[in-house]
């Protein structure tokens, strides 16, 4: 028995102030201007036959099922290209149109292999679907002749089996076209197209090439669009048609994707994306559809493991032995070295209410504020700047509102490889005709691809956004481009004038700053120019933002350069941060930062401390604890002895690898609670297994700060979620938390978090999705913020100036390396490293500029040494125009590659926030691993031989 299928209309929903109403089988339906006869029958519950229709793609009109009689039109017009009109007359179901519908059907299916009780869309196939309904009873046209699905056919092609999350069976294909509509209009990459005319018409990726040849980002768009087996899930095929389903969030990038998980026993059958998801609106990348094979993976470690030193093997021990022996560790330590001397870390990759009890943990049972986040290595800066100016730590829109920019400006982002279902919606608008400003260093996609192009691309060098952004902001005041009105109605006078005076300085000009942004000045007078006047412009940036040594004075330009151009407040504008990781704003919102409680509230202020005392029982400290950095460094100082880690890998993903390994070494009793023996694992002395995504209950805050539910979709295989974890050690440290569910830790944060007071689980379910703010005054959360005022009252600007990097090339180190992301992998890739996902990016290479590579004898694929003054990695090279001469790119996706081996220690002024995109660097041809990666690979095979062998399977 397959599931039931939601409701297809056909054709999309229209927007529109006039509304019209006609008769459809003699019943009144009053729709917006611009509906589909098809879709305006749907919603008065008459449905029509339909295949190459469906609602979320444009109409096409090909397939001739869904022909309708209209009063006083002559023929029978489609219904899905045919739009409502004021007292129209329309009929459905005639005896003629049953008819044609019925000739219509036997045409297709003389053409398609019957072999329905053996095919993997058995019970989910719209073909079938439509023979029934129609009341197709013969195929009078027999099987013999020029066909599709005939083996002997020479015109048959056979499977396209390369793609290795689905396969292509072109015998099965109707050229309904919806799967090359899709690929075009939903995400945007073309990569399909009919090829062929008439009889020889098929479906082709690129020029006739297998999939994965092909430009197909693997999306699984075509997927979800086709109507019969043509283009199947392997899942599906090798599982059959799920049981059922549960709606979920992605636990992949910020942008926050709903699926349906679709399940048989405890087996995900396939993800399909959600058409009601809030960010997502039924579209979906790669990762977040195929890649969740993790979960089920043969490395994931499912039973608790003790031991006293890393030199020892790991001892498999029961629940409450290692909660126990952990518990006494810290205490013993803090007994020894005094309350300070251990200290947690939350994760990005974590629930809300995971991440909140952690802190809690850290706050109310070691009594400290030593807690931090990976956020601190990512978007800090925008917490910080945007508090600063705006009064919220947060993006001001929700994803939809790109729909209505006239400008976008993208800086340090790469929406199509880091965000990419958002990175689709930003191509549709584009396409539709919005300009687009890119400012990176490097040629990203955004830049030129199919009917996208960038009015200006703004490639600066590595450390310079301080003087582009403040540049830009000098060409708006000095050319009389500030929206005076808004400036005066919304911010600060004063600072506003002290801001207006500073950027208008002869210094601060394009001409100026063109000798440290190496853009000419004439691109950043155009580029300001387009801002400023073009209409609705809207600014998303990413890490090439944020992990500067000036990555908060960035943040903060951004938001004097909106503020001054009125572009805040409102659908189509904003300031949008693209967080990095699924649950990035919510680890912030839940208090994870040394300085701030839980709703970004210092903790020096006596009356919010006091609440949270009322609500634990303790009161938190009032001094700042410590961030990473600082526990390194008093763990290397014998001071910081002990760590919680929960799902964070930092010796892997923070800066400066050897130092992190040597801190880590340092401590007494390191505490990892993960899914798999993660580079920071092996340090460890106790190991608790995490719980995926799929094994929890809980929420996560993506960018736009939609808080979304996380379901469970099968029992956690280690037999507890990761919440209920931190509750048996806080209660073996002598701290008390009992919660039964995690609704109920989500009901303490509404109670204790100002902008969290609305929400509950039941709410969320009601709803499906809630962006903060929600409390009384946003009952159903806050899409766009600052429409009236801003948060903190009146907007304030800030004074940006330019200082260089301390971390500057020289005779040794003459190129700038910068880092970034790829579509397929994820992060630090402990998850996508363990899925098919490899089968794209399978190591992590160096990007460098052809000119770079000839003066260095470097060629496409050779190996190369890049050596910092922090250390030094090999990779292979790939020589590229992407980039500019004198700076090279890599990914961080594998541990054994090092890239953070030879980051430095350099980091933001106001955050700690390393600078992971400015590293001088020299890139040599070499023959051999560095000396760390060997020494890696010893020590990694020695940690793997320290597991509890695995028992032979009977």
Aim: hydrophobic share 35%; glycine share 8%.
């Amino acid at each position: 028995m397959s599931l039931p299928r939601e409701t297809d209309y056909g054709t999309p929903a229209r927007e529109s102030e006039k509304e019209v109403t006609l008769s459809i089988d003699g019943i009144e339906v009053t729709v917006p201007a611009g509906t589909s006869v098809m879709r305006a029958a749907q919603e008065c519950g008459n449905s029509i036959p339909k295949l190459c229709a469906t609602d979320s793609l444009e109409p096409f009109g090909s397939c001739r099922l869904c022909l309708v009689e209209i009063e006083g039109r002559r023929g029978y017009p489609a219904s899905c290209t045919t739009i409502a009109e004021a007292g129209m007359q329309v009929r459905t179901q005639t005896p003629k149109l049953a008819d044609i519908r019925r000739g219509v059907m036997e045409l297709y299916i003389s053409d398609h292999p019957l072999d329905c009780l053996t095919c993997s869309a058995n019970g989910n196939c719209e073909l079938q679907d439509m023979t029934g309904v129609v009341g197709l009873r013969e195929v009078r046209y027999g099987m013999k002749g020029k066909n599709h699905f005939d083996l002997l056919s020479a015109l048959t092609k056979e499977k396209d089996e390369s793609n290795p999350y689905f396969s292509y069976d072109p015998s099965k294909c109707i050229v309904c076209n919806r799967c090359v509509r899709a690929c075009e209009e939903t995400q945007g990459t073309f990569a399909l197209t009919i090829s062929g005319r008439g009889f020889d018409s098929r479906v082709s990726p690129g020029e006739s090439q297998p999939f994965m040849e092909s430009e197909c980002v693997s999306c699984g768009a075509c997927v979800q669009a086709c109507p019969t087996a043509t283009l199947m899930e392997k899942g599906v095929i090798e599982h059959g048609q799920a049981e059922k389903k549960v709606t979920t969030t992605c636990a992949y990038c910020g942008v926050g994707c709903s699926f349906d998980a679709e399940v048989k026993g405890t087996t995900v059958v396939r993800m399909v994306p959600s058409k009601d998801g809030g960010a997502n609106h039924g579209h979906s990348c790669v990762k977040g559809r195929f890649a969740f094979g993790y979960a089920t993976h043969a490395d994931r470690i499912t039973t608790p493991m003790i031991r006293k030193s890393i030199e020892d093997a790991w001892q498999p021990v029961s629940w409450d032995e290692a909660i126990n022996y952990a518990a006494s560790e810290f205490k013993r330590i803090q007994a020894k070295h005094g309350r300070d001397s251990v200290g947690g870390i939350t994760s990005s990759r974590c629930t809300n209410e995971e991440t909140y009890l952690v802190q809690k943990l850290v706050r109310a049972a070691f009594g400290n504020n030593n807690v931090n986040t990976c956020a601190r290595v990512c978007h800090s800066p925008t917490g910080y700047g945007l508090k600063q100016t705006l009064g919220e730590s947060a993006g001001t829109q929700t994803f939809d509102s790109v729909m209505k920019a006239d400008v976008i400006m993208v800086m340090g982002a790469n929406p199509t490889d880091g965000h990419p279902v958002f990175g689709s919606q930003m191509k549709r608008r584009l396409r539709e005709g919005a300009k687009l400003i890119v400012v990176n260093p490097r040629s990203i996609d955004l830049v030129r691809s199919p009917h996208i192009q960038a009015e200006q691309h703004l490639k600066l060098k590595p450390g310079s956004n301080v003087a582009l952004i403040t540049s830009m902001a000098h060409v708006v005041v000095t050319e009389d481009l500030v929206k005076e009105d808004f400036v005066r109605e919304r911010c600060e006078w004063h600072s506003f004038e002290q801001w207006r005076d500073f950027v208008a300085k002869p210094e601060n000009s394009p001409e100026a700053m063109e000798q440290h942004t190496g853009v000419p000045a004439a691109d950043v007078r155009a580029a300001a120019r387009l801002f400023a006047t073009g209409g609705n412009a809207a600014i998303y940036y990413g890490l090439g933002v944020t992990e500067h040594s000036q990555g908060s004075t960035t943040v903060i330009g951004i938001a004097n350069l909106a503020m001054a151009t009125g572009n805040i407040g409102r659908e189509g504008v904003g300031v949008n941060p693209l967080r990095g990781q699924n649950n990035v704003q919510g680890s912030c919102d839940m208090g994870s930062f040394p300085h701030e409680l839980p709703g970004y509230r210092h903790v020096s202020d006596a009356a919010t401390r006091m609440l949270f005392k009322d609500a634990w029982g303790v009161e938190p400290q009032p001094e700042p604890g410590l961030r990473i950095p600082n526990m390194f460094e008093a763990a290397m100082d014998g001071t910081f002895l002990g760590l919680y880690c929960e799902g964070e890998d930092i010796v892997q993903s923070d800066p400066n690898t050897q130092h992190v390994e040597a801190a880590l070494r340092a401590m007494e009793c390191v505490v990892v609670q993960d899914l798999f023996l993660n580079e920071t694992a092996k340090f460890a002395h106790v190991f608790l297994p995490g719980s995926s995504f799929l094994e929890k209950d809980g929420t996560f805050t993506n960018a736009e700060r939609r808080i979304s539910r996380v379901r469970k979709v099968m029992p956690p295989l280690a037999g507890k979620e990761d919440w209920e974890v931190t509750c048996m050690l806080s209660n073996a440290l002598g701290y008390p938390m009992n919660y039964s569910h995690p609704s109920e830790i989500m009901d303490e944060i509404a109670r204790l978090t100002p902008t969290f007071h609305g929400v509950s689980y039941a709410r969320l379910d009601e709803l499906g999705s809630i962006q903060w703010p929600c409390n009384e005054q946003a009952p159903e959360g806050t899409p766009i913020m600052h429409i009236d005022q801003f948060v903190r009252g009146k907007g304030r600007f800030m004074l940006t100036e330019y200082v260089p990097t301390e971390e500057r090339t020289s005779k040794r180190f003459p190129l700038i390396l910068t880092t970034g992301r790829i579509l397929s992998q994820y992060n630090v890739g402990a998850q996508t490293r363990r899925t098919a996902n490899s089968m794209w990016h399978d190591e992590d290479r160096l990007e460098i500029h052809p000119a770079d590579a000839e003066t260095r004898g470097i060629n496409e694929g050779d190996w190369v040494g890049i050596t910092s003054r922090a250390g030094e990695t090999v990779l292979r090279a790939r020589v590229s125009e992407r980039m500019q001469p004198g700076v090279v790119y890599t990914t961080f996706h594998f541990p054994e590659s090092g890239a953070n081996v030879i980051t430095t220690d350099n980091s933001d002024w106001a955050t700690n926030c390393p600078e992971y995109k400015v590293t001088a660097v020299e890139v040599t041809r070499v023959t051999q691993p560095s000396e760390w990666q060997q020494r890696y690979r010893d020590f990694s095979q020695q940690q793997i031989d320290l597991l509890p062998k695995k028992r032979e399977k009977v």
